[in-house]
């Protein structure tokens, strides 16, 4: 049974750091299309940052490019998000997602993005304020 646990998730202060993690068990997670998402109040899911199950090209949304960074300990079977310099925008609850498609990392991005991962964490809420 695919299963995706996100944690890490908490409050910062804006330029603060929040590394999230989501621990796969149930497949290898080098094998299926991963990435995050996230979810504010009041708006709709968007693509965070993805990665591709067959050369690890990654994905990140305009928003986050410079200051957060993808990555998957593949011996651990857990993908993390680092965030630094974090601002009020980055409030959200944030999930992984998973896909046993080849599917390009740019999609994260995408409208339809989050429609097309199939596995879906419970999510982590990250709060920045002062």
């Known amino acids: 049974q695919v299963r995706l646990v996100e944690s890490g998730g908490g409050s910062v202060q804006p330029g603060g750091s929040l590394t999230l993690s989501c621990a796969a068990s149930?497949?290898?997670?080098?094998?299926?299309?991963i990435g995050w998402f996230r979810q504010a109040p009041g708006k709709e899911r968007e693509g965070v940052s993805c990665?591709?199950?067959?050369?690890?090209?990654?994905y990140y949304s305009p928003s986050v490019r410079g200051r957060f960074t993808i990555s998957r300990d593949n011996a651990k079977n857990t993908l993390y998000l680092q965030m630094n310099r974090l601002n009020p925008g980055d409030t959200a609850v944030y999930y992984c997602a998973a896909d046993p498609n080849p599917l390009p990392p740019a999609l994260c991005g995408s409208a339809q993005g989050d429609s097309v991962y199939d596995y879906w964490g419970q999510g982590t809420q990250v709060t920045v304020s002062s």
């Open positions: 990665i591709s199950s067959r050369d690890s090209s990654t």
């Open positions: 149930g497949f290898t997670l080098s094998t299926y299309a």
